[in-house]
């Protein structure tokens, strides 16, 4: 056993999502029923665990908030599993939310091709953390979470650290206490989830509770920017017939209007939903409701308070 290797397996020793369940070492002997049911026991857990960190997660979310309303970006860099949950949260937001690609961007080591391939020794690399991002011409209105199941991902803690560096805002995501990468991040956030059902496969509750984690960033941040109305999706891009009857859906849910007023105000504002909404709630023309919107950053409710204001 060489002196590197003996190292990293008394790092493993330490962490509890790589602990062994003995409890679970003849899982492989129950019925696929059973095996499922203690599974689906497992992952119940998990929305605790998050509970745990909703404060921190909520200080992490107001200070994204801030610097975005400012023009900067949420980046979120991680390996592996990790890496591939931040990409899948990032690629959600502009059609969920009418972001530009380049807002909120998802960095995974190794880059594209390891989202479905493994890349050899990417995760172990600071370096390439730092050049990723200095790609990205980083600055300090901009924000970077670290993601880390283990808390211990150098690719992850080096992204943290090359942030900091540029003025960014940095924060760690990890499910282990005292995690490295919580430590050198100005917000640590660590959701403890326990012991994986398959030892140190953190794909499983480790990567479910960075998923609920990041849902709740990206989801919050953007009802902070305005990009919902109450908790209708009014910056909907509509790519398809599907999410193109959800914007009717969503005008008629805003506004009661019957459905010939509401195909009438989608076509004096381009398709834009939230234009449209406050077209039928506000009496104003399709180029009104774009400069009021402008003039209040977005926020629908603000625009309508000036339209009420003026009226």
Not at 25 to 39: C, K, N, Q
Not at 137 to 166: H, K, M, Q
Not at 191 to 199: D, F, I, K, Q, R
């Amino acid at each position: 056993m060489t002196a590197s290797y003996a190292a990293l397996r008394a790092q493993l020793d330490t962490l509890t999502t790589e602990a062994f369940r003995p409890e679970l070492a003849e899982i492989d002997r129950l019925s696929t029923l059973e095996i499922a049911r203690t599974m689906n026991a497992e992952d119940a857990t998990v929305p605790a665990a998050v509970a745990a960190q909703l404060p921190h997660i909520a200080a992490a979310i107001d200070a994204i908030a801030q610097r975005m309303a400012r023009g900067g970006r949420l980046v979120y860099a991680g390996a592996g599993t990790a890496g591939r949950i931040g990409v899948l949260d990032a690629s959600e937001c502009p059609p969920t939310f009418s972001t530009d690609p380049a807002q909120v961007v998802g960095l995974i080591a190794g880059g594209p091709s390891a989202m479905t391939l493994a890349v050899e020794g990417a995760e172990d690399s600071a370096e390439l953390a730092a050049a990723d991002l200095a790609a990205l011409e980083l600055t300090a209105d901009d924000s970077v979470i670290g993601i880390s199941a283990s808390g211990r991902t150098p690719y992850a803690i080096g992204a943290v650290e090359f942030a900091r560096t540029r003025g960014a805002l940095t924060v760690g995501l990890s499910c282990n206490a005292g995690s490295a990468l919580a430590a050198a991040a100005e917000h640590g956030i660590e959701v403890v989830v326990g012991p994986e059902l398959l030892t140190g496969s953190t794909r499983l509750k480790a990567g479910t509770a960075q998923k609920l984690v990041l849902n709740l960033v990206s989801t919050v941040t953007m009802i902070r920017l305005g990009k919902t109305y109450g908790n209708l999706m009014v910056d909907l891009r509509a790519s398809n017939e599907k999410l193109r009857a959800r914007s009717r859906r969503i005008v008629a849910l805003a506004t009661g209007a019957p459905d010939e007023e509401i195909e009438a105000a989608l076509d004096a504002t381009g398709g834009e939903v939230k234009q449209a909404v406050l077209v039928l709630l506000a009496g104003v023309d399709g180029p009104t409701a774009a400069g009021l919107l402008t003039a209040s950053r977005g926020h629908l409710r603000e625009a309508l308070a000036r339209t009420a204001a003026t009226g």
